[in-house]
């Protein structure tokens, strides 16, 4: 019965490093998130600020004020989808952590079950010594 135990404990232990894993691992995610949701809006007041420019310009400022818009709108683009992707992944890496703690949950109860069993077989050898002192004593 030890062996199984220990088996069970030792599964408990790795059981936990991948929920913490899992969990640092969403953590890491949930950061880059922030990150890139700070950028958008960053991009956003850029955007703003451009249209709100004097109304007197010239060609060539013109034309570099639509380059630069383009390339924010690009720059929007690829934050909105990895914002999205971000997301996604968060939402997975949730689903992972939770089916870890549930594994690692059930290693914790077989580990408490087996733990019983071998107390209960342990109380029983010792019952059974004592029993046989005491008839080894009434003998005598």
Do not use: C, P
């Amino acid at each position: 019965m030890g062996k199984q135990l220990k088996m069970y404990d030792l599964l408990t232990k790795k059981q936990s490093l991948t929920v913490f894993k899992s969990q640092k691992k969403k953590n890491k995610l949930s950061e880059e998130l922030n990150q890139i949701i700070s950028y958008h809006k960053q991009l956003l007041e850029i955007l703003k600020s451009l249209t709100l420019t004097k109304s007197q310009k010239t060609v060539s400022e013109i034309k570099s004020e639509n380059w630069y818009k383009l390339k924010i709108q690009d720059e929007l683009i690829a934050a909105n989808n990895k914002i999205d992707f971000l997301s996604i992944e968060i939402k997975n890496q949730n689903i992972q952590v939770a089916l870890a703690a549930d594994k690692q949950k059930k290693y914790e109860e077989k580990k408490r079950y087996f733990g019983k069993l071998d107390l209960i077989e342990k109380e029983n050898k010792r019952d059974s010594a004592i029993q046989a002192l005491n008839t080894n004593k009434s003998k005598f």
